[in-house]
């Protein structure tokens, strides 16, 4: 016999695009606050996927290519989809499940993973890969969104697995202060690495040599010619490269790699503003004088290390051996102005906006 | 008691750089063949290297490095050092030992390693890297300068060990006729792999085609559009691209590469006539969306896996299943044409240049 049921909507303010941005910098008028939709909170009947509340969300290099409409023979991949306009952004979060018609998941669990810019978020299908649930709860829950989630297992990947460091080795990491540099480089002094990383303000440089242990860091636009700073750092070379720029950079580290060097390609964010007059990468002869191996990889294929990640770094974390800079905006309504911002790299550490907490 | 000795001289012909080629491609007036030189055969008292006689010199991409004036500080590298003008050449070939001041070498040897371009070379320090005894002569005393040589191990090399190819994995080649593309290709046949190479003529075609066992080939000189064309012959994509010629190839290379695909980077032919103007390489980031790796190699550090290579080629050669395309010119008047000719594509197949026989 059913009770009567009261029907309750609350409001759930949105973050959409306008339209796409195919060149240059993306802007704040590119993207709109609503407060327009309001919903059930609650998972339709017979419904597979789970209802959360939001509570971080993360800013991201790789949104920028979801910014540009993209043909539809890439569009069609899940990877590759853009963002649609008058449509919710996506991107990585952290939320609470407040209904869930999915087994694996229950009122109450806190996870990370891909959600969209709103207050609450019904994700159809949440896959392992795409929905992770939070296990350990003594650490700050945002970090779900940066050094315990996919910047996190990403800098772990790519150091530990692609990069294969060994003890004196000679580390370079571009965008060093950013969500996964900052952690390359304590792992990398962990590891008993020698490294220097580059950004984009004297301000970032201080946080890269005081409190993030770098053993040398500088500001890549105060440098006339990279190829002679990085000689200046790396008399003898460098043995590594961490990859997250692209371009000019990649061209001069290039030029300073040693013999049987690795660079872990992340991103190339340099890159992403402007797919109209993309910079070829000269120097890769490099590659072969060298013996350098530059390898590619994404997070997703090391989920499956995600259990021996924060093994590793849990510890770590909580005896105060690692920090994580974060660069927190507080509300919805900041998230445009979070996102672009980050492509002008006014954040300083992990750029995340704090929606809710549990 | 010393018997009365006749000083023996002999004519020593040889092939000299006339001027160092900066841009552009070298032409047969940058070199010059003179027969002024005369030399005794034999070495010096005390010397500790070796008087050769040599058979085949082998004309090879990487000598377009060395025929430009290299700054001094590349140029204290043995190598990279460049050409000397009024000095002959160096490069890889066969030759036969007429006398010895080193203990490993005696006369008669037959051996195979760097030389210059001359009748007669003494070699003032052969070292294990630079010089190697030839054990096996019942196969063409060629093939040291080709298939059981550098271009050999350095097939070898970027293709079982750089590529580590797994049967049904497509497999495409640039400079697939040349001295290292003809031999990737029969290995990745042996392999069980799916092999299509891209050349410079309709001639070559064929040979990939007909001799050497490609499942398909094409003159990359009559496409219009390199990625239409690599989506034509894969339209799966490609698993291991063996990379010679760099470029506009590269970048429609990346466009059509497979998740986990792997990229042996042994030359970049396109690039080494126009220095002045390098073609930047665009799609860099591909290797992170398809998680690809990208390596350089060279044969030097895989000289101790040369008799693991003889031990796999030989009977390959022995028994047919392996057949070595050579274009070989007769004597030294023909070097400076054959040698301009590598770069313009004239040879087809493995450009060497016979002097003499043992």
């Known amino acids: 016999m059913a009770e009567e049921e009261v029907e309750v ?31 059930e909170p609650k998972v339709p009947d017979g419904y597979g996927g789970v209802l959360v509340k939001n509570l971080y969300l993360s ?27 008058g449509s919710p952004l996506f991107g990585y979060g952290v939320a609470q499940v407040l209904d869930s018609g999915h087994p694996e998941f229950k009122q109450g669990d806190l996870v990370w993973g891909i959600t969209t810019w709103e ?6 299908s949440p896959r392992p890969e795409t929905l992770i649930k939070i296990l350990h709860t003594d650490v700050p829950l945002s970090y779900y969104a940066g050094i315990l989630g996919m910047p996190g297992l990403t800098a772990y990947a790519g150091f530990y697995k692609v ?11 571009s965008a060093a202060s950013g969500a996964i540099g900052q952690l390359v480089g304590q792992f990398a002094k962990l590891s008993g690495c020698f490294v220097v990383g580059s950004c984009g303000s004297n301000e970032k440089v201080e946080l890269l040599k005081r409190r993030l242990g770098f053993d040398d860091a500088f500001n890549y636009k105060e440098e006339q010619d990279l190829d002679a700073t990085l000689k200046r750092y790396f008399p003898q070379g460098i ?26 390609v992340c991103g190339m964010i340099s890159q992403y503003n402007n797919l109209g007059e993309e910079q070829g990468v000269k120097k890769l002869m490099q590659l072969v004088s060298k013996s350098v191996r ?22 770590y974390i909580r005896q105060g051996k690692i920090v994580y800079a974060e660069d927190i905006a507080q509300g919805l309504d900041s998230a445009p102005s979070a996102l672009v911002g980050l492509f002008a ?3 300083v550490g992990k750029q995340l906006i704090h929606l809710s907490d549990n």
């Open 119 to 124: 207050e609450y978020s019904l994700l159809p």
């Open 345 to 347: 790299g006014r954040n």
């Open 239 to 264: 043995d590594i490269y961490f990859e997250n720029v692209g371009g000019k950079t990649l061209e001069a580290v290039l030029l300073n790699m040693r013999q049987f060097g690795r660079i872990a």
């Open 163 to 173: 990069c294969n460091p060994k003890r004196g080795e000679k580390v370079f990491i």
């Open 9 to 39: 909507k609350v409001r759930n303010k949105q973050v959409i695009l306008k339209k796409h941005v195919v060149e240059g910098f993306p802007k704040e008028e590119d993207f709109q606050v609503i407060s327009s939709a309001s919903i």
């Open 294 to 315: 530059m390898e590619g990889f994404t997070f997703l294929h090391h989920l499956p290390n995600y259990n021996e990640y924060l093994d590793l770094v849990l510890p």
């Open 59 to 85: 800013c991201d290099p790789f949104q920028r290519i979801h910014m540009r409409p993209l043909p539809p023979s890439l569009n069609n991949s899940s990877t590759f989809r853009s963002f649609s306009i």
